[in-house]
């Protein structure tokens, strides 16, 4: 099987994409095309794969993208039985001729798209009827089973599961925590820099793992340069969680926002993969998750201090955030361990492109706005 995997959005080394899923497809020994932003990312493809390279659409300096983006998945689809797309801008950019296509949609896709500042308006406030559309033009794969309510019919779920390592790296330790992943306004970022300013006369020192938006760089600089932190920018994500094994804590402090409450930050998973008791909001997938498995603290929206305290207990009871990471890492390999699923993964995808379960020229169509 051949497939064309797409994105603009997305790192090309993004843990989904590229070490999840694309390595299930090399694994399983089918054939990859990949367009993605290798360039603007400094990322050197891996030689398995066959790369396309197109600008990254960031914040509103999307236009030289997405100019781009049909050309590219034209080029890299035009042999290939399969077509996967990542972003929601790519399903306005489909070529016309196109092979069986996939949305992996990641994200809430309504809230999602009401929040793309630059999309036109009506599009914006449409955005039910659109994913409607998108439903009678490609096949659906979903990272949460909560995202169902926003379709009309079932999908299958590809849930954010991760590499799970048989027992836990090490145990929490006491002059550490780290946050993993990207960082934004909406994800919590001014809140890290003050909670890193009170923890470091306790002896506790903040580590960020992940690239920020371009309004959060220089935050992030000068907590740096004042000694708050420590930002290491974006780490390829089996390296990030190597780099956070032995953390006091893994911090996830997403605000309420619409695009956020139907959803478990992959984050929280990979510190339970790793034996890290996990310091949460509470959002309502990852505050059930760390309650019912018992493998950290819930914290309210906002509230710096609760983050405090809840880390200082950590590191004052190691006997017992030893025993939240090694909970949490139970249910992650039980429930969460990325291997399990890859073959489920693959199986759907060989099936998708030997009998499309749409109608031939619905894969002609260009979705219009």
């Given at each position: 099987?051949?497939?064309?995997?797409?994105?603009?959005?997305?790192?090309?080394?993004?843990?989904?994409?590229?070490?999840?899923q694309i390595r299930a497809l090399l694994d399983a020994g089918h054939e990859i095309t990949y367009v993605a932003p290798f360039t603007d990312c400094n990322v050197t493809p891996d030689p398995r794969?066959?790369?396309?390279?197109?600008?990254?659409?960031?914040?509103?300096?999307?236009?030289?993208?997405?100019?781009?983006?049909?050309?590219?998945?034209?080029?890299?689809?035009?042999?290939?039985?399969?077509?996967?797309?990542?972003?929601?801008?790519?399903?306005?950019?489909?070529?016309?001729?196109?092979?069986?296509?996939?949305?992996?949609?990641?994200?809430?896709?309504?809230?999602?798209?009401?929040?793309?500042?630059?999309?036109?308006?009506?599009?914006?406030?449409?955005?039910?009827?659109?994913?409607?559309?998108?439903?009678?033009?490609?096949?659906?794969?979903?990272?949460?089973?909560?995202?169902?309510?926003?379709?009309?019919?079932?999908?299958?779920?590809?849930?954010?599961?991760?590499?799970?390592?048989?027992?836990?790296?090490?145990?929490?330790?006491?002059?550490?925590?780290?946050?993993?992943?990207?960082?934004?306004?909406?994800?919590?970022?001014?809140?890290?820099?003050?909670?890193?300013?009170?923890?470091?006369?306790?002896?506790?020192?903040?580590?960020?793992?992940?690239?920020?938006?371009?309004?959060?760089?220089?935050?992030?600089?000068?907590?740096?340069?004042?000694?708050?932190?420590?930002?290491?920018?974006?780490?390829?994500?089996?390296?990030?969680?190597?780099?956070?094994?032995?953390?006091?804590?893994?911090?996830?402090?997403?605000?309420?926002?619409?695009?956020?409450?139907?959803?478990?930050?992959?984050?929280?998973?990979?510190?339970?993969?790793?034996?890290?008791?996990?310091?949460?909001?509470?959002?309502?997938?990852?505050?059930?998750?760390?309650?019912?498995?018992?493998?950290?603290?819930?914290?309210?929206?906002?509230?710096?201090?609760?983050?405090?305290?809840?880390?200082?207990?950590?590191?004052?009871?190691?006997?017992?955030?030893?025993?939240?990471?090694?909970?949490?890492?139970?249910?992650?390999?039980?429930?969460?361990?990325?291997?399990?699923?890859?073959?489920?993964?693959?199986?759907?995808?060989?099936?998708?492109?030997?009998?499309?379960?749409?109608?031939?020229?619905?894969?002609?169509?260009?979705?219009?706005?």
């Open positions: 099987m051949r497939v064309c995997v797409g994105t603009i959005v997305h790192h090309p080394e993004d843990a989904r994409i590229m070490h999840r794969i066959r790369a396309i390279d197109i600008p990254r659409a960031l914040g509103g300096h999307r236009r030289r993208s997405l100019k781009a983006a049909r050309g590219a998945l034209r080029r890299g689809a035009a042999d290939a039985d399969l077509l996967v797309v990542h972003d929601v801008e790519l399903l306005f950019r489909l070529p016309r001729h196109r092979p069986v296509t996939v949305w992996d949609v990641r994200e809430d896709p309504v809230a999602t798209l009401e929040a793309r500042s630059y999309l036109p308006e009506q599009l914006r406030r449409t955005s039910s009827s659109l994913i409607r559309r998108v439903e009678a033009r490609a096949h659906l794969i979903l990272a949460e089973k909560s995202y169902q309510e926003r379709f009309s019919r079932p999908h299958p779920v590809v849930p954010n599961a991760a590499y799970v390592p048989p027992r836990p790296p090490t145990t929490p330790g006491r002059d550490r925590v780290v946050h993993v992943g990207h960082l934004s306004r909406s994800g919590g970022a001014t809140h890290l820099v003050e909670l890193a300013r009170r923890l470091l006369p306790h002896g506790v020192r903040l580590d960020l793992v992940g690239a920020a938006d371009a309004e959060i760089r220089p935050l992030l600089r000068d907590a740096q340069r004042e000694g708050l932190l420590d930002w290491y920018g974006y780490v390829p994500n089996q390296h990030a969680l190597r780099m956070a094994e032995g953390a006091v804590a893994g911090l996830s402090l997403p605000h309420d926002v619409p695009a956020h409450r139907r959803s478990t930050p992959a984050k929280v998973v990979d510190y339970m993969s790793r034996g890290i008791p996990v310091v949460t909001t509470p959002l309502p997938a990852a505050a059930s998750l760390v309650d019912r498995t018992g493998c950290g603290v819930v914290t309210p929206f906002g509230d710096v201090d609760a983050v405090l305290h809840a880390v200082l207990a950590l590191r004052e009871d190691p006997e017992g955030a030893a025993a939240m990471g090694a909970r949490g890492h139970q249910e992650a390999l039980r429930h969460h361990n990325w291997p399990d699923h890859a073959g489920d993964f693959v199986r759907l995808l060989e099936e998708w492109a030997t009998v499309s379960a749409t109608p031939a020229s619905a894969h002609r169509q260009a979705l219009t706005i």
